[in-house]
């Protein structure tokens, strides 16, 4: 197993448009989170899911941002009508419940909304 | 509202010497701690952790300290090294069993060779 992967790596996107991103956690983990991080900042939590269920999201996840994670395994991060100020890093990590602190990150996402 | 909070951006210190990295709080009702590095291109890694119970946490060269009174943690490195190079994160846990984390914005350590 090679940890959390992400995909695509980077993502030149309009205003505009809609992008989606993907997730691939570790295999065993069963809680999967996304973040948001931009330049000088902390990773921001976004959601988070454990196993296919959807059980909070931060109010930074506006409607224009949807996240499904269909089979309790990879999960998208869906985001319309792109604004420039959603350009940012997305981050995905994951973790086994019993021991969700420890959080394991994927590479990130990197979208630039020209 | 940014409730943990690392006020050096940047700490800079020669290999072999003790790198020290602070953070600070203001949500009392957190009650776990971590600490993340990061290497350009990748994602944060774990690094050390602290529960809100404890005082101190040590792992090799890393050891956290916490002060709950003074809702301040810190980071010592002993001994540093080149590849500790990084930014490094102070994260917190709220403890509802979400487990979503507070970041703060990160201190970038350089140890010079």
């Known amino acids: 197993d090679t940890g959390v992967s992400q995909d695509p790596r980077h993502k030149i996107t309009k205003r505009g448009q809609n992008v989606t991103f993907r997730c691939d956690p570790i295999?065993?983990?069963?809680?999967l989170y996304w973040y948001r991080q931009t330049l000088g900042q902390g990773p921001e939590f976004l959601t988070y899911?454990?196993?296919?269920?959807?059980?909070?999201k931060s109010r930074l996840l506006s409607d224009r941002f949807s996240a499904e994670r269909p089979k309790g395994s990879f999960s998208t991060l869906e985001i319309q009508r792109t604004e420039q100020g959603d350009s940012a890093m997305y981050l995905c990590?994951?973790?086994?419940?019993?021991?969700?602190?420890?959080?394991?990150f994927g590479p990130g996402t990197r979208l630039t909304v020209t | 509202d940014q409730q943990v909070k690392q006020n050096s951006p940047s700490l800079s210190v020669q290999e072999g010497r003790i790198s020290i990295l602070n953070c600070d709080y203001t949500?009392?009702?957190?009650?776990?701690f971590l600490w993340y590095k990061k290497y350009p291109a990748e994602g944060p890694t774990f690094l050390i952790s602290?529960?809100?119970?404890?005082d101190k946490n040590e792992d090799g060269r890393f050891t956290v300290f916490l002060n709950k009174s003074a809702k301040h943690l810190s980071l010592h490195i002993v001994p540093s090294q080149p590849g500790d190079s990084a930014v490094y994160f102070c994260?917190?846990?709220?403890?509802?069993?979400?487990?979503?984390?507070?970041f703060g914005t990160g201190t970038r350590l350089t140890v010079i060779p």
């Open positions: 990590a994951s973790s086994l419940a019993q021991w969700s602190y420890e959080q394991y």
């Open positions: 295999s065993e983990h069963n809680r």
């Open positions: 899911f454990q196993n296919e269920a959807q059980l909070e």
């Open positions: 949500n009392s009702m957190f009650d776990y």
């Open positions: 602290i529960s809100s119970i404890k």
């Open positions: 994260a917190a846990d709220i403890g509802t069993g979400a487990n979503n984390l507070f």
